[in-house]
């Protein structure tokens, strides 16, 4: 893996033959190549970053760098072919956790998209294992060891309004409960958590209509203290910037929540309620994550 002198930007190519050029620097040409795509693919409201926004994330590389004694690192990754053509594009934060016995880092997937000329080509998957060897890179990691663990907001099917669910699906060309089929193939599974996404902006409000996932980690029930250093960093960074959250705000409950909480939280398998949706079975069921509990048990 080729890195820059100052250690923000890598370039590798996968073993399919797909490039991958990252950066955790705001001023590089990788965000404005990432933000192209980027701009394409996501057109609900409240889950958009303007291109200021991510370069105030990318700019707390150097403030935040040992947030919460932690190690930090965001990152925007362009994936693209031999001859230069933009594939997909992914943003993630990477969180050195030193908790006995599990993965060594947390992954917030903030945003990941295939381009439309070159899905059907496994990308998604090929996109995880960019975000693994990146997150190892940045974080000084064992490459040899195991792997981290990456956490990813859905649309939630059940949640979202008949006007969105129409419109980020024609947009998309990707049918809501088709997408959680995608990520249930790479392994995903749903965080049992009542989680809610604060306001990515002032101009936004906080979106309770997504579900949690995870994807990677090693057990059937997430620590509560690792869920708790994940989200506490993933707020503090790639959500609120830096900035302090009023009293009360969504963040802030949900991290007392988990440093008050000593069981852990389950993970629910996905196919058990996309199965029940398929057949019609969803109705009376208020989210996705309440469908998937009923359905597992």
Not at 4 to 30: C, H, Q, T, W
Not at 51 to 69: I, K, P, Q, V, Y
Not at 147 to 155: C, G, H, K, L, M
Request: glycine content about 10%; aromatic content about 8%; hydrophobic content about 45%.
């Amino acid at each position: 893996m080729k890195t820059d002198d100052a250690g923000s930007g890598f370039e590798f190519i996968l073993p399919s033959g797909v490039g991958v050029r990252a950066s955790g620097d705001p001023a590089s040409p990788i965000l404005k190549r990432f933000f192209e795509g980027y701009d394409r693919a996501f057109v609900l409201p409240d889950e958009r970053e303007e291109l200021d926004g991510f370069e105030t994330c990318l700019a707390l590389n150097a403030s935040h760098d040992r947030a919460f004694g932690r190690r930090h690192r965001e990152l925007v990754a362009v994936l693209e072919d031999a001859d230069g053509t933009l594939l997909g594009g992914i943003n993630f934060l990477a969180t050195g956790v030193e908790r006995p016995g599990l993965p060594p880092a947390a992954v917030a997937l903030n945003y990941v998209y295939v381009e439309e000329a070159a899905r059907g080509r496994g990308l998604l998957r090929q996109a995880l294992r960019a975000v693994r060897d990146l997150t190892q890179a940045a974080l000084a990691l064992d490459p040899a060891g195991p792997a981290p663990a990456v956490f990813i907001e859905q649309n939630d099917p059940l949640c979202l309004t008949a006007e969105a669910y129409a419109a980020d699906t024609a947009h998309s060309g990707l049918d809501q409960v088709d997408r959680l089929a995608i990520w249930d193939r790479v392994g995903a599974r749903v965080v049992d958590f009542p989680y809610v996404q604060p306001a990515l902006s002032a101009d936004q409000r906080p979106d309770d209509g997504l579900l949690y996932a995870a994807v990677d980690y090693p057990h059937g029930a997430v620590d509560a203290g690792f869920l708790h250093d994940h989200l506490q960093s993933f707020f503090a960074i790639s959500v609120l910037k830096g900035e302090v959250e009023p009293p009360g705000g969504a963040a802030g409950v949900q991290i007392a929540a988990l440093a008050a909480r000593t069981a852990p939280v389950p993970l629910l398998s996905m196919k058990p309620a996309l199965d029940r949706l398929r057949a019609g079975g969803g109705e009376g069921f208020t989210s996705f994550r309440e469908l998937a509990r009923e359905a597992g048990g």
